[in-house]
């Protein structure tokens, strides 16, 4: 009888036997394919509250029914950051679960606002366009549309662009990053090989008074005609630990190994686990969300990822604002659009986006 638990008999077992992988490979990726994710999520209260919370987000509209009712809800809604994660979470494994960078995302956009809990999230995604990395032959680059759709209406919820390196079977023949150069492609270069040169700062940086439109919107009437910028830090900063490493992707199915298997991750760049980016941009979002009136969320834009964070890592906000727009929306509220940065306590940029969002008007 074979003891399969004596450790040397289990030890050449495990050197004979084949691994069965998860997740796809660049070639498995065809142009215009549709993917139906198999898992799926029903958005509760104790997801979305768990995520704020660890986040910092404390938007009253999201956890008091006065406040959600006053913002124009039937009753306290599903955070976007948590839905949005939820969306990204049941596609990882489809879609980037054998690994390489995550090049962006593009187009957020929430169709719904004032998602109830207790809805039943379906997720799809597109892919959008497939191409060789020049510049790294063992990868490929897709680009794929996820959607998150209501599974019992059919409603979209929220939709967005992302872009991956994605491992190939066997390597391409390249140009050694000659076609990329040339193209200007530099999302990808960007990766590992930053912009060097002296900074170029304005000469003056404004910070606006308060957290309503008309504060965001009278910091930039002072800064413009001049050398200046309406940018500030946050004060509050959020230092990772397993609980976010770990726990707040697994509980949106993102089975993605570099948040929660150490042993794979050994001899990563990191050498650890490494945080959700979403858990990262949240943070930064929530402590700039804690220095504004939001109203309602709009879309995100141009959203990169430039760094890993770790466990001990601190998470903290930077913000500018480059405009303000008070002929869209409601009587109330005027759109703003920022620039966030997400940035550990060594200052390393690890998010940038772009947003749009809706600012509560000054009460008088």
């Known amino acids: 009888m074979t003891d399969w638990t004596d450790p040397e008999t289990f030890a050449a077992a495990l050197d004979r036997v084949e691994t069965r992988e998860k997740g796809n490979y660049f070639e498995d990726f065809a142009d215009g394919a549709v993917i139906e994710h198999a898992p799926g999520l029903r958005l509760t209260r104790h997801g979305s509250e768990t995520w704020m919370s660890q986040t910092l987000n404390h938007d009253p509209a999201f956890w008091r029914t006065d406040a959600a009712r006053d913002r124009g809800f039937d009753a306290t809604p599903v955070h976007p950051d948590y839905l949005l994660a939820c969306v990204m979470g049941p596609s990882v494994e489809d879609l980037s679960e054998k690994g390489g960078y995550f090049l962006g995302r593009d187009g957020v956009r929430f169709h719904r606002h004032g998602v109830p809990y207790g809805t039943e999230l379906r997720v799809e995604s597109t892919v959008q366009a497939t191409r060789t990395s020049s510049s790294r032959p063992e990868y490929g680059i897709v680009t794929w549309e996820t959607r998150g759709v209501d599974a019992g209406t059919g409603e979209l919820l929220a939709s967005y662009e992302r872009t991956n390196l994605i491992p190939r079977r066997e390597p391409a023949a390249t140009d050694g990053g000659r076609s990329e150069s040339a193209s200007g492609d530099a999302a990808e270069s960007a990766v590992e090989e930053p912009e060097s040169g002296q900074p170029s700062l304005p000469e003056t940086f404004v910070t606006p008074e308060g957290g309503a439109f008309e504060d965001f919107r009278q910091a930039l009437e002072e800064a413009a005609d001049r050398d200046a910028a309406v940018a500030y830090r946050h004060e509050r900063g959020r230092t990772m630990d397993a609980f976010t490493v770990a726990a707040l992707p697994l509980a949106t199915l993102n089975t993605a190994r570099q948040h929660h298997n150490a042993a794979a991750m050994a001899d990563s760049p990191s050498g650890e686990p490494v945080?959700?980016?979403?858990?990262?941009?949240?943070?930064?979002?929530?402590?700039?969300?804690?220095?504004?009136?939001?109203?309602?969320?709009?879309?995100?834009?141009?959203?990169?990822?430039?760094?890993?964070?770790?466990?001990?890592?601190?998470?903290?906000?930077?913000?500018?604002?480059?405009?303000?727009?008070?002929?869209?929306?409601?009587?109330?509220?005027?759109?703003?659009?920022?620039?966030?940065?997400a940035f550990t306590d060594d200052a390393r940029p690890v998010y940038s986006g772009t947003r749009r969002a809706l600012v509560d008007r000054r009460d008088d």
Do not use: C, N, Q, W
């Open 275 to 341: 945080a959700y980016g979403d858990v990262t941009r949240s943070t930064a979002l929530g402590h700039a969300r804690s220095d504004e009136r939001t109203y309602r969320e709009l879309g995100f834009d141009d959203e990169r990822f430039h760094d890993f964070v770790t466990a001990g890592d601190t998470v903290f906000g930077f913000t500018r604002v480059l405009d303000a727009d008070g002929s869209s929306g409601p009587s109330r509220a005027g759109e703003i659009t920022f620039e966030h940065v």
